[in-house]
């Protein structure tokens, strides 16, 4: 178990939870079992970012690729949703974390998109650890929904086409209110970005660890923001330049 107080954690951590049908398979557990398990470890790892003073925490949840999956799947992680989000709305409040969702919010069902709004709305006033639900979300999508309003911004004659730029166009993003990501985790061994966050992670730190999503708990976070005290993060300087040496 790893123990001591961390001397750097990153302001703004991502993860890609995936691996919770694997967890159920390898178990001979039908899938929803390993969502079930998945649900029990964001409660967890919620508690413990928000304890360790990590501003921003965002969870890669449900993908808009995701509803292209069985429709009994997709029924069933809508209504776990549904009951995490009553169920831990209350903790939210207690915790002073503030709660959000982005992504394609329209695409969510009614009843569950009521439960996430009123969760954003009793935890707006909080000022501790924003937890953030990607949800129906996909970055590729996040990027051309920013152009189109651009592009009614400049045809209003509100924006000049000179005026855009890197800064300019991330505030017509999902995240516009929140840091870029400092550290990414995704569980499960699969190294890839899955469309997440594409625009946000140009210089983020990136962790790939075995572990299902179920099975990570205290001692893989632990281990992992372990890992990225080790990092040093150079934004295209040399390591010099970092260290103030030049």
Known sequence: MLHGKLSKVPTHLAIIMDGNGRWAKARMLQRIIGHQRGVE????VVEECSNLGIRY?????????????????VKALM????????AETKRMVEDNIRFQVIGNRPELPADVLHHLDEASRVTAGNSGMTLTLALSYGARQEIAAAVRRIA????????????????????????????????????SGEMRISNFLLWQLAYTE???????????????????????QSRE??????????KGRI
Not at 41 to 44: A, E, G, W, Y
Not at 58 to 73: C, G
């Open 233 to 242: 993060r150079r934004f295209g300087k040399t390591s010099d330049q970092v």
């Open 152 to 187: 009614h911004e400049v045809a209003a004659g509100r924006i000049a086409p000179d005026e855009i730029n890197d800064t300019s166009f991330a505030g017509f993003l999902d995240t516009s209110h929140m840091p870029d990501p400092d550290f990414l985790i995704r569980t």
């Open 57 to 73: 925490l965002t969870l890669f949840a449900f993908s808009a690729e995701n509803w292209f999956r069985p429709k009994t799947e």
């Open 79 to 86: 209504l776990l949703l549904k009951h995490y989000i009553i």
């Open 206 to 228: 990136l962790y790939f660890t075995e572990k299902n999503w179920p099975d990570f708990d205290r001692d893989e976070l632990m281990k992992a923001l372990v890992h990225y």
């Open 41 to 44: 470890t964001v409660k967890r």
